[in-house]
């Protein structure tokens, strides 16, 4: 199995900005596809964006398309998810997961929260 873990989530005012970063270790991590997800409190998990080993293929939720960027390297066994314009509707828990080859596992998540 391939263990993840989240960090550089907190609190920020809306405008700012913060960077997650989801870092593999076990597996290969250059096979597989990276996607974050969040969670807000009483809502299903949804998606928020995707690479994969192509890096150019990168995908998002319409509600981050403009203000998320993510990205992977692979020397580092570390994928990250840059968020700027941070809107309240943005405080959620946010999970990244690795699939491919077999593996589909999750981050234990992190927590953003945005409030002035």
């Known amino acids: 199995q391939v263990q993840l873990v989240e960090s550089g989530g907190g609190r920020v005012q809306p405008g700012g900005s913060l960077r997650l970063s989801c870092v593999a270790s076990g597996g290969t991590f250059s096979r597989y596809t990276m996607k974050w997800f969040r969670q807000a409190p009483g809502k299903e998990r949804e998606f928020v964006a995707a690479i994969p080993w192509i890096e150019s293929n990168t995908r998002y939720a319409d509600s981050v398309k403009g203000r998320f960027t993510i990205s992977r390297d692979n020397a580092k066994n570390t994928a990250y998810l840059q968020m700027n314009s941070l809107k309240p509707e943005d405080t959620a828990a946010y999970y990244c997961?690795?699939?491919?080859?077999?593996?589909?596992?999750w981050g234990q998540g992190t927590q953003v929260t945005v409030s002035s």
């Open positions: 997961n690795a699939i491919g080859g077999g593996i589909d596992s």
